[in-house]
């Protein structure tokens, strides 16, 4: 459990130290007081990266120092026993520290992890395909360390299968020429074939396993029912005159049904329902396979719920699973079991 | 002003008739009652589009008729003056009629129009630089038929600039040759330039209009203070090697600046009070321009605005001017001013 929050220099924060010790914590106030900021340190500090700033843009830029830096630094308490955390930014370098000692990355964000869940993730899951398979795959790597070598191959593959098409697709235009079985690309067709079936296979897995039953969450091949190797295939002659690789999981996506597809047809508040639901599923596997619930980071999500939906977010089994920070403008639009149970912290 | 709203096989409504007597009118109720489909219909009658599906998607699915459709019937009266415009739509065609009788697209649309502004909007804007032209585009584009031609010839020409990019960039790198000085290059970037310093100075000016005392909009061209012409002669080496064109009103992009930047260091809600405030400025150039305020549809966008927020969005004197509909869960969320001038509907 975290029990101490400490920002120096993070976005509006020259100084700020808060005590937790509640496993439900409601940051509350104004617009703009820095409720989502606090929730960024905790997801920075637990992961590794901002949930939407690309850059360092977090480090306050009005600092007199000659170099800016930010720091967080949190205090855990398990089992009565302390441990302190610290991430140290300039622009050029990060400093990780458990109990002052000097740590590696991997060590550092392998004892700690966050899940947050905000207005911007539903949006953007709801526009991007990208983000989608992106979704699943940080999930996956998470939970099975080969698969971030598996995606690197294929990236990898994939940029030299591309590379070799476009080769093709000049011969194909100055000379009218395709070569109906050209062993170069039959090779990184093969090669691309190896790590490609298994994300698929990977993606597809986690799909059905962070569904519930009322809410399906289907994975969407862009080669259909074709096996892959058939699809890549039949799609030569496209591949060589587009110059790039048209089937494969680059071009794959999900979608979310509860008896209907809910991005064509659900409302805002289905839409955000959902997707928390999806998050809430990944929070079990996560604890399964980790061994413990990440914090869960709930970013302004009451906001545009209805009574009956807030309450079917914020439910106790849910809630008192892991740490959990909310975020939210009024804490009386929070169902009042959870207010009884959570420490208040106001930030106006 | 709107006095009578009637839908028909409109996504979840087989029928709704809904009178209005009022400019300020509140749709409030839970989640998923169609609060924003109401104003899906709206936007589509009056501009032609609907502000979030591309497709035909909102045409009910579960109709008997073997060719679905729906109706959208909207009647306004304006000084005593009863007019109805009904807007019927299949899959493959659309009848528009004023008064009953068929009516030309140009006129239909320019008789009445809508502004809407919701949490999605907002979103976007801060994701995509290419919606973020297209917002611009668009008000200019309504101001300015002649826009229109400008922005289609400027499509026009950059594609075949590009295709004919592409061709040199091969020779490139077959043969390791760039004319310096090739006359159909010097041709086609004469022609580029002709449409894109007229784009951008449209759009520059615009951005000038739309931004108040403390809400800069700042338009940044992809060619930087550098003149067009001369970004072009630079970027030529880099255009042939890439194959496209790299400067131009196509990557230009524009900033929203009160004191910082907005999109960077902005709160999710002072995002919102931000592209709040351009619409509403645009609503006034449109008065100036078309003669008329078109109806503002505000979404769901109290959501995650705090009380002093809420009242600068639904401030009297900017909801005065025109009919204005709204969407929320609770009414009791607005201010109290506004819920008393209002006609509340509940769709509960």
Known sequence: MVSKIKLTNFRKFKNLELDIDKDIVVLHGDNAVGKSTILEAISLITNGKSPWANT????????????????IEITTKEDGEEKTYSYYKTNSRRILKINDKNTPIKKFFEETASTIFNPEKIEILMISPSKRREFLDEIISTLDYEY??????????????????????????????????????????????????????MRERLSKRIATKKLKVEYIKSNGDIALEDALENSKKRD????????????????????????????RGEKRLSIGKLIFEVQKIMKKELGYYPILLLDDIASELDKK????????????????????????????????????????
């Not at 360092?56 to 720091?71: A, N």
Request: aromatic share 10%.
């Open 240 to 267: 060589i005159a587009t110059g790039y690789t048209n089937v494969g999981p680059h071009r794959d996506d999900w979608e979310l049904i509860n008896g209907m597809n809910i991005k064509k047809y659900g409302s």
């Open 309 to 348: 939906n807030t309450a079917e977010i914020f439910k106790p089994e849910i809630l008192n699973k892991q740490q959990t920070f909310i975020t939210i403008i009024d804490y009386k639009n929070l169902p009042k079991e959870v207010v009884k149970n959570a420490q208040l912290i106001d930030l106006n």
């Open 56 to 71: 360092d843009e977090y480090i306050s830029t009005d600092q007199e120092e000659e170099t800016p830096f930010c720091r």
């Open 148 to 201: 971030v070598e598996i995606l690197k191959q294929f990236r990898k593959v994939l940029k030299q299968r591309n590379a070799y098409l476009k080769k093709l697709s000049k011969q194909f235009y100055d000379k009218g020429i395709i070569a109906r079985n050209d062993p170069q690309l039959n090779f990184w067709t093969n090669e691309f074939l190896k790590s490609a079936e298994k994300i698929q296979e």
